[in-house]
């Protein structure tokens, strides 16, 4: 059962595999009959597809290892053959992209021969400089998404600085109110003092008054 399962699984990614073929196929037909922008367009369409069967034939040996031995050679001989047609289309892609015309080599024979070495060199090359390209490309989505995290950090920071501003001017306006509060306290202690000073003051003056009061009295008495 786990085996059937796994054959079906295999066929279906092989369907898969047809139908991105086939879509890479038209995609070349493209690439041959246009020009500027909307060649460049084709041709990114097309690498994604390459990226997407490289991904499934990985996939496919993956399930194919896990095979019994009767099934598993039938299965590896496929997919072997898938590689092959893929490196058969990414050679008539290179071609596309150089404007080269595979019929015209089948109908000149021997004489385009000649020019192979050069033509593989302009192959080789093309391919450096797409790879070269998207790596590019990469690196300038990550400089975007690096300007801007850059950005929102910034943005971030400026409102956190903007938060602290504001407390600063409150503990501001609150070190200026304590200032006051303190200063009136101290005139009201002040003021006290005196108050008590005089109090004092005071009663001593009258129990002076009454201290001679009573000796003015008591000496007239005697």
Do not use: W
């Not at 490196?87 to 015309?101: F, N």
């Not at 602290?164 to 009136?184: A, C, D, P, T, W």
């Amino acid at each position: 059962m786990k085996n059937d399962r796994m054959a079906s699984l295999i066929e279906s990614y092989e369907q898969q595999y047809s139908s991105l073929t086939a879509d890479i196929t038209h995609n070349i037909s493209k690439i041959s009959n246009t020009h500027g922008a909307e060649k460049q367009k084709y041709i990114r369409q097309v690498d994604k597809l390459f990226d997407e069967v490289s991904e499934l034939l990985e996939q496919m040996e993956l399930e194919v290892k896990d095979l019994p031995s009767r099934d598993k050679q039938k299965y590896q001989t496929r997919v072997k053959s898938y590689k092959t047609e893929l490196g058969k289309l990414q050679t008539d892609t290179r071609r596309a992209k150089l404007g080269i015309d595979s019929s015209r080599d089948e109908l000149l024979g021997d004489d385009t021969h000649e020019s192979e070495d050069q033509r593989k060199r302009l192959l080789d090359n093309t391919d450096s400089l797409d790879r070269t390209s998207r790596r590019l490309d990469h690196g300038y989505r990550i400089a975007l998404e690096t300007e801007e995290m850059g950005a929102q950090v910034l943005q971030d920071l400026s409102g956190q600085r903007q938060t602290i501003q504001r407390s600063r001017n409150r503990l501001e306006e609150m070190n200026s109110s304590l200032g006051k509060s303190s200063r009136v306290l101290s005139g009201m202690m002040r003021r006290i003092i005196q108050n008590r000073l005089m109090l004092v003051i005071i009663c001593a003056i009258l129990l002076l008054v009454i201290g001679l009061a009573i000796y003015f009295i008591v000496k007239r008495s005697s």
